[in-house]
């Protein structure tokens, strides 16, 4: 399968700071990419489908001026939470499609865990 | 949307004992069905899928995963479980056509030794 890695791994910064997520696909062209956010004991909830060089479509009740995502390229789709607060705290994921590759299976990152205080 | 849920929050049980996990997801049109498993501190791995065809399917570790239509359900399942499949087991969906995925609640695996 496809390898995603996220840095940081993981990340502690103080409320009102902005903190910037970065997912890259290493051995592939990634068409879309998702962010998912993951409370703990909680399944994975979407928050926004990423497209290589255009707008990402935000799901409901997700700030997109909060959450912002980049990507610039076909490799690397970045997620910044800007002026972070406590109740922000949790395990960012994102997942890959890839072009020609396994239809509809998308690949995980290990994620990203923030703690805000 | 799709819904998914999961039937078990927390299963218990030790090795070679048979495992069974609950899915059930509520869309009235043609799915993808997936399970992933998360094992502690690592990301999340795709164990199955079942796009069409074969209503059985099988997938990594053995295990296996039974599509069933008529109950919206897609059980997993494996007959003999090891210490080292404790972990984090998702069920999710998604329509064709349409990559988003929706996920089950989770459910808990512990296997004692």
């Known amino acids: 399968g496809a390898v995603v890695s996220q840095h940081p791994s993981r990340v502690i910064c103080k409320s009102g700071t902005s903190v910037k997520i970065e997912c890259r696909s290493l051995?592939?062209?990634?068409?879309?990419m998702f962010w998912y956010r993951q409370f703990p004991k909680q399944s994975l909830m979407l928050m926004a489908t990423?497209?290589?060089?255009?707008?990402?479509?935000?799901e409901q009740g997700v700030e997109k001026d909060k959450f912002l995502i980049n990507h610039a390229s076909l490799t690397l789709s970045t997620l910044t939470v800007t002026s972070a607060h406590p109740e922000d705290s949790s395990f960012y994921i994102c997942?890959?499609?890839?072009?020609?590759?396994?239809?509809?299976?998308?690949?995980f990152g290990p994620g990203t865990r923030l703690t805000v205080l | 949307a799709q819904s998914v849920s999961q039937h078990n929050h927390h299963v218990i049980l030790s090795e070679a004992a048979s495992l069974e996990l609950g899915c059930n997801y509520s869309y009235g049109g043609t799915v993808n069905l997936f399970w992933y498993v998360q094992y502690p501190g690592q990301h999340l791995q795709l164990l199955l899928k079942?796009?069409?065809?074969?209503?059985l399917v099988k997938g990594i570790k053995g295990f296996e995963a039974e599509f069933i239509k008529s109950k919206f359900s897609f059980n997993l399942r494996k007959p003999s479980v090891q210490w080292s499949d404790t972990a984090e087991y998702f069920c999710a969906v998604n329509s064709k056509g349409d990559y988003k995925l929706s996920f089950g609640a989770g459910t808990t695996v512990t296997v004692r030794a």
């Open positions: 997942s890959v499609i890839t072009k020609g590759l396994a239809y509809n299976e998308q690949f």
């Open positions: 990423s497209n290589e060089g255009s707008k990402a479509t935000y």
């Open positions: 079942y796009f069409s065809g074969d209503p």
């Open positions: 051995d592939f062209q990634a068409t879309t």
